[in-house]
């Protein structure tokens, strides 16, 4: 059964916190993204990734930074979380070509206050 | 430019009636399109994807979508509405690329 796993479902930190999301999937997919998702405004892609140690700004990189150091796993970074960062964070994965569904983690429900 | 507009944001049935939600797309390039669903404080779930194959795709749980090219159109169907789908769904367009662009989703309910 293919698997996107993310590293927390709820994580609460303070304003200035340095917060770091870790996404792992094990289907060797070469693609992977971040995503965040705010009631009305559907998905907004934060960052991609198509290979170790390359990566792409997405519609709102801003606040935000990725690594990617092993193709299985891919962390999102909040260098110092604000408020507006309260959210839900997905992670997704997929094969290379847009004719392939992504997979998505279960997602991480990130509350900075 | 591509985009994806999901025309209702809310959508209500009656258990064991028909359900329709709507999605229209543009996009320069012939795209690869798919339905996902989403449950309370889950992940997204694949319903079903085109992908320039028959227009009309079955998915998962009863569910199918019809492409319209002339409409522009991806509309997602089922005949008889469960209380197990009262979700949140989400149509997605891909042009060829990495972007996968979302719809701002439709949220179902099912009413017993």
């Given at each position: 059964d293919v698997k996107v796993t993310q590293s927390s479902r709820y994580l609460v930190k303070r304003t200035g916190e340095k917060v770091f999301l870790e996404c792992v999937q094990d289907?060797?997919?070469e693609n992977m993204f971040w995503y965040r998702q705010d009631p009305g405004l559907g998905l907004r892609l934060i960052y991609f990734s198509y290979d170790v140690k390359m990566k792409e700004k997405g519609d709102i990189p801003e606040g935000y930074s990725v690594s990617r150091e092993k193709k299985e796993r891919f962390s999102l970074i909040l260098e110092s979380a604000s408020t507006n960062q309260t959210s839900m964070y997905l992670c997704a994965s997929s094969l290379i070509g847009g004719a392939y569904e992504q997979y998505f983690g279960p997602g991480t429900r990130l509350t900075v206050t | 430019a591509q985009s994806v507009t999901q025309l209702d944001s809310h959508v209500s049935v009656s258990e064991g009636t028909p359900v329709l939600l709507r999605c229209n797309y543009s996009s320069s390039y012939s795209p690869s399109l798919f339905w996902y669903v989403q449950h309370p404080n889950k992940g997204l779930q694949l319903l079903l994807k085109y992908t320039?194959?028959?227009?009309l795709v079955k998915g998962i749980n009863g569910f199918e979508a019809e492409f319209k090219k002339s409409e522009t159109s991806f509309h997602l169907t089922k005949p008889s509405a469960h209380m197990s789908d009262a979700a949140e769904y989400f149509c997605v367009v891909n042009p060829g690329t990495y972007k996968y662009i979302f719809g701002t989703g439709t949220r179902l309910k099912v009413l017993a």
């Amino acid at each position: 059964d293919v698997k996107v796993t993310q590293s927390s479902r709820y994580l609460v930190k303070r304003t200035g916190e340095k917060v770091f999301l870790e996404c792992v999937q094990d289907m060797d997919h070469e693609n992977m993204f971040w995503y965040r998702q705010d009631p009305g405004l559907g998905l907004r892609l934060i960052y991609f990734s198509y290979d170790v140690k390359m990566k792409e700004k997405g519609d709102i990189p801003e606040g935000y930074s990725v690594s990617r150091e092993k193709k299985e796993r891919f962390s999102l970074i909040l260098e110092s979380a604000s408020t507006n960062q309260t959210s839900m964070y997905l992670c997704a994965s997929s094969l290379i070509g847009g004719a392939y569904e992504q997979y998505f983690g279960p997602g991480t429900r990130l509350t900075v206050t | 430019a591509q985009s994806v507009t999901q025309l209702d944001s809310h959508v209500s049935v009656s258990e064991g009636t028909p359900v329709l939600l709507r999605c229209n797309y543009s996009s320069s390039y012939s795209p690869s399109l798919f339905w996902y669903v989403q449950h309370p404080n889950k992940g997204l779930q694949l319903l079903l994807k085109y992908t320039s194959a028959a227009t009309l795709v079955k998915g998962i749980n009863g569910f199918e979508a019809e492409f319209k090219k002339s409409e522009t159109s991806f509309h997602l169907t089922k005949p008889s509405a469960h209380m197990s789908d009262a979700a949140e769904y989400f149509c997605v367009v891909n042009p060829g690329t990495y972007k996968y662009i979302f719809g701002t989703g439709t949220r179902l309910k099912v009413l017993a």
